[in-house]
């Protein structure tokens, strides 16, 4: 099964090994949030590193954290280019599902 959760690419596989059924398609509601702005984490698990400060520049594909989840290292990138406005986690911590992790400065463009 492959999943976009919160701008991020997410491959998730049956324990069993057996196909899934498909399930109905349809237009997925938007985001409750601005995904222009905030960065949040896709699963709940703990924060190993953290590669930006505020104010750095980022591009498209940057690593900006990664975050551990079942003994599992996930590397999680820009979706986007901007300036880093906020960073509101450090190493070692917990983090819940879809918890605002990071924030984009406003781009005049975007205002």
Do not use: C
């Not at 057996?18 to 509601?29: D, E």
């Not at 222009?36 to 954290?65: F, H, K």
Request: glycine content about 10%; cysteine-free; aromatic content about 4%.
């Amino acid at each position: 099964v492959v999943a976009i959760v919160d701008g991020q690419r997410i491959e998730l596989w049956p324990e069993s090994g057996q196909r899934l059924p498909k399930v109905g398609g349809g237009n997925a509601a938007p985001p409750p949030f601005n995904a222009e702005r905030e960065v949040r984490a896709p699963i709940p698990g703990v924060i190993l590193s953290v590669a930006v400060q505020p104010g750095a520049s980022v591009t498209p594909g940057q690593e900006l954290y990664v975050l551990e989840a079942m003994k599992m290292r996930n590397p999680i990138s820009a979706g986007r280019a901007g300036i880093i406005q906020a960073v509101h986690v450090s190493p070692g911590a917990h983090v819940q599902h879809r918890q605002v992790l990071m924030e984009f400065a406003v781009d005049a463009a975007s205002a």
